[in-house]
């Protein structure tokens, strides 16, 4: 059985940092990579970053750049440390399970967690 399970959100203050989690089983992440998104209220679900599952590479929305950082285990779980939080970070963030490319798109991704909110204040 396929699971994705996100960990690790919360509330913290603008500047502050939070890691977030990306379990995965029932797959390996020798065949998928794994990309992180978020969606705040009203709004798209939004590439974050991602991790490929063949050499590691990693890309970063500009949103994000500089500030978190994605990392993998290379067996099951998949890291987002954020740091320098901004109020405008605050959303549900969700990972996935599916393609890395320089534009992750939901569609290329086949399984997802039920998302950890993440909520900064300013």
């Known amino acids: 059985e396929v699971q994705v399970v996100e960990s690790g959100g919360g509330l913290v203050q603008a500047g502050g940092s939070l890691r977030l989690s990306c379990a995965t089983s029932?797959?390996?992440?020798?065949?998928?990579?794994i990309g992180w998104f978020r969606q705040a209220p009203g709004k798209e679900r939004e590439p974050v970053s991602c991790?490929?599952?063949?050499?590691?590479?990693t890309t970063y929305a500009d949103s994000v750049k500089g500030r978190f950082t994605i990392s993998s285990d290379r067996k099951s779980t998949v890291y987002l440390q954020m740091n320098s939080l901004k109020p405008e970070d605050t959303a549900s963030y969700y990972c996935?399970?599916?393609?890395?490319?320089?534009?992750?798109?939901?569609?290329?991704?086949?399984?997802w967690g039920q998302g950890t909110q993440v909520t900064v204040s300013s």
């Open positions: 991790i490929s599952d063949d050499d590691g590479t």
């Open positions: 996935g399970a599916g393609l890395c490319s320089g534009a992750p798109r939901t569609y290329e991704y086949d399984y």
């Open positions: 029932g797959f390996s992440l020798d065949d998928y990579a």
